[in-house]
């Protein structure tokens, strides 16, 4: 059984960080990609970060500069560092992870979703 586990959310002011962490746990053989997407109130959940490796990564148009993705693959984490948060920036978000485990002798991909943690901005 895989888990995602997400920490790191709250309420804070606009112009101010928060850090977002997710660890990954459970009968991993390895993981892919690992990134995090965002749903706020009334809109459809969009993806404000991702990395397939820890070196590169793409990010969303409207967090680009203020936010880093990093990723640690010995200990199957990922992080999100937000900072210059604005109130458009309020929202559930989530982590998510493309990853391989082990079926009984073969390696399959799934992809996993974390519980999701919420970032209130206020202005």
């Known amino acids: 059984q895989v888990q995602l586990v997400e920490s790191g959310g709250g309420l804070v002011q606009a112009g101010g960080s928060l850090r977002l962490s997710c660890a990954a746990s459970g009968s991993i053989s390895s993981i892919k990609t690992m990134g995090w997407y965002r749903q706020a109130p009334g809109k459809q959940r969009e993806l404000v970060a991702a990395?397939?490796?820890?070196?590169?990564?793409n990010y969303a148009d409207s967090v680009k500069g203020r936010f880093t993705i990093s990723r640690d693959n010995a200990k199957n984490t990922v992080s999100l560092q937000m900072n210059s948060l604005q109130p458009e920036d309020t929202a559930v978000y989530y982590c998510?992870?493309?990853?391989?485990?082990?079926?009984?002798?073969?390696?399959?991909?799934?992809?996993?979703w974390g519980q999701g943690t919420q970032v209130t901005v206020i202005s």
């Open positions: 990395t397939s490796s820890g070196d590169s990564a």
């Open positions: 998510n992870a493309d990853i391989i485990v082990w079926v009984f002798s073969t390696l399959r991909t799934y992809d996993y």
